[in-house]
């Protein structure tokens, strides 16, 4: 899947109430391209995740991506800073921490993109174990 592929992109303020307005577009995204299920949980759970990282440690504005390619749907959230994510070690008492962790245990594949203007972290998440249905009414 490449970027050309998004059907989807919104401009996110550098503000922690992000987090929950890109839940919210990525919930209506499914909701119009048919997805439903247990995956769209995984997607507003990763989706809010790496948000709230790019919101903390971008410092700027985030653009919020989605995209589908057959039972494979692509969140991607960018920011203008390059420096790449960093894996923690997972500490029980922290109430912080796990963002890419969970990506790691529940994205299907996910990765870095960086260019001049920042970075976007991308996740993909397959819905082929769930219920998938065309939105779009045929004339």
């Known amino acids: 899947m490449s970027v050309t592929n998004w059907s989807s992109e919104t401009t996110l303020a550098p503000d922690p109430t992000s987090s929950r307005a890109a839940r919210r577009i990525v919930a209506d995204w499914c909701i119009r391209e048919g997805v439903i299920g247990d995956v769209v949980d995984t997607l507003l759970l990763l989706t809010a995740e790496l948000v709230t990282n790019a919101v903390?440690?971008?410092?700027?504005?985030?653009?919020?991506?989605?995209?589908?390619?057959?039972?494979?749907?692509?969140?991607?959230?960018?920011?203008?800073?390059?420096?790449?994510?960093?894996?923690?070690?997972?500490?029980?008492?922290?109430?912080?921490?796990?963002?890419?962790?969970?990506?790691?245990?529940?994205?299907?594949?996910?990765?870095?993109?960086?260019?001049?203007?920042?970075?976007?972290?991308?996740?993909?998440v397959t819905t082929a174990h769930a219920p998938v249905r065309s939105a779009r009414v045929s004339a």
């Open 56 to 124: 903390l440690h971008g410092r700027s504005e985030v653009v919020l991506r989605i995209g589908r390619a057959g039972h494979r749907v692509r969140v991607g959230v960018g920011d203008e800073n390059t420096r790449l994510p960093q894996r923690r070690e997972l500490d029980p008492g922290a109430l912080n921490g796990r963002g890419i962790a969970l990506v790691e245990a529940l994205a299907d594949a996910h990765g870095v993109d960086v260019d001049a203007l920042g970075k976007t972290v991308w996740f993909d």
